[in-house]
């Protein structure tokens, strides 16, 4: 038998808009990785790109890569799974491929900026064209206006393919989220010269926009992943994907008070925002836990290892990275010493790797798998079975080094400039050169390699899974005894 090709003949006109998302979305999970090695080792060797590439840049295009790759892998994602999901074709697919090109285009735009341009005058001109000045979301206000359109975009192409087609309980959760999603992002749009106001609503874009609106798309996402993964029972994910709709709004919403405690906020916010902030990730790891669970008693068959083992990953990641690891810190009785220290960048770390890079993830192993003509992609895969495993070990355990390390730094930065040096510049001073924060920060990097080390293998194996594979997918649920043919 010959090896099997990428063939996109037998894909849906949404489907093959998703792989364009996906395409980028690896594009900028490899810019990622690299611009955080550079403003790791800046850690480590100041001196490094001074004048040329200076930390604050790459740090920058670090993060807003991170945030843009997470975005590009959801949309992607829903691109996928919507045709199926209604019933029908996607609706405005022109419009949708413009909004695509539009988007792309802009980061591009705005990632030239960062690197070649950096600065402007203090005055509106450099808020509009260049920076906007706000950590985490720099991207200049003509850029703002531009994610706004394309989510709306997207949110009409998605809702309008519902009600054209069938709608279910997982498709009304994401066309809701998909609102909140455009419009929470407005909130990062408003201009204040009260720094306190103006962290209110920063706050607002920050933790609502990434920690809920994505926490419940992510939700909507891994319930179609167990569904397609291991026959999971709909009523089973739909159930516990309303949990964590009430969970978001009866904890996620109150839990953006635990960034609350610094910045003028009232005293009561100390006790609302500590409490309730880590308790978003339960009901996604009781979604996996039960669908596995309800699998293994109806004797499902699995096709997907891959995906399978990133979705599980992620919910453990999810739970890890943004429950235990954020409500470990978020605490303000712990927080008032660990504020702004490598603390909150180990949480930072492990949650957003945990909580989201393993959906998308998941998420490209079953595109590839119906992208690679319905390859078997289990046990035994004929060719290349290590490199999924080897890329699921490296990346999170690269990831878990990072954060063990950043947490070590941490903990002696804290201990030195909080505890003993009252949170003074002299203290802030010496937590940087104390030893064990140093040494933090050197076992970071050595991890940050092992990640990068994970991430070739990963797309390699992304590039080359199932090539050589004869068998084609065993179907799941009550359909277990039927394959698909190529």
């Not at 604050?56 to 843009?68: D, E, G």
């Not at 739909?238 to 996620?252: D, R």
Request: charged letters at 10%.
């Amino acid at each position: 038998m010959n090896a099997r090709t990428l063939d996109s003949s037998h894909l849906t006109g949404g489907q093959k808009l998703a792989i364009k998302y996906f395409t980028v979305a690896v594009i900028l999970f490899t810019a990622q990785i690299l611009f955080g090695l550079i403003s790791g080792y800046q850690y480590l060797a100041p001196e490094f790109g001074y004048n040329v590439l200076d930390f604050n840049v790459t740090r920058m295009v670090h993060i807003n890569a991170l945030v843009l790759w997470l975005l590009y892998g959801f949309i992607g994602g829903i691109y996928w799974l919507v045709e199926e999901e209604s019933g029908t074709e996607l609706v405005g697919l022109r419009l949708a491929n413009f909004a695509f090109w539009l988007l792309t285009l802009a980061v591009t735009v705005v990632v030239l900026v960062f690197l070649f341009i950096q600065t402007g005058p203090g005055d509106m001109s450099t808020l509009w064209l260049i920076n906007e000045g706000r950590e985490y979301i720099e991207a200049p206000r003509w850029a703002d206006f531009g994610i706004v359109v394309c989510m709306l975009i997207f949110f009409w192409n998605i809702a309008a393919t519902f009600m054209k087609g069938k709608w279910s309980g997982i498709s009304g959760v994401l066309v809701l989220d998909l609102v909140a999603l455009a419009g929470v992002y407005l909130a990062g749009m408003v201009y204040t010269p009260n720094i306190s106001v103006d962290q209110y609503w920063w706050w607002w874009v920050i933790h609502l926009w990434v920690e809920a609106t994505w926490e419940v798309l992510v939700a909507c996402i891994m319930a179609w992943g167990l569904i397609k993964t291991l026959g999971a029972r709909r009523k089973i994910v739909t159930t516990w994907l309303y949990i964590e709709v009430a969970m978001m709004f009866g904890s996620g919403i109150l839990g953006l008070g635990h960034h609350y405690f610094w910045i003028g906020t009232p005293e009561y916010w100390l006790s609302i925002g500590g409490f309730f902030s880590a308790l978003e990730p339960v009901p996604l790891v009781a979604m996996v836990v039960h669908a596995v669970y309800d699998s293994g008693v109806h004797k499902f068959k699995n096709s997907n290892h891959p995906a399978l083992a990133w979705l599980i990953a992620h919910a453990f990641g999810n739970f890890f990275g943004a429950g235990v690891w954020g409500f470990m810190h978020t605490l303000p009785q712990i927080n008032l010493y660990t504020h702004g220290t490598q603390w909150s960048a180990s949480h930072g770390h492990l949650a957003f790797f945990g909580a989201y890079a393993t959906i998308n993830i998941a998420i490209f192993y079953m595109a590839l798998q119906k992208w690679r003509g319905n390859v078997y992609m289990s046990a035994g895969l004929e060719g290349n079975g290590w490199k999924w495993k080897w890329a699921l070990g490296l990346l999170n355990g690269g990831v878990v080094g990072m954060t063990i390390a950043l947490l070590i730094s941490g903990y002696d930065q804290a201990f030195i400039e909080r505890a003993l040096g009252g949170a003074t510049w002299a203290a802030y001073f010496d937590a940087q050169n104390g030893v064990w924060f140093i040494q933090g920060l050197w076992w970071r990097q050595l991890f940050g390699f092992m990640t990068a080390a994970g991430l070739i293998i990963l797309i390699w194996d992304l590039l080359t899974i199932g090539r050589n594979e004869k068998r084609s997918i065993q179907l799941v649920g009550d359909n277990t005894a039927a394959e698909v043919t190529s």
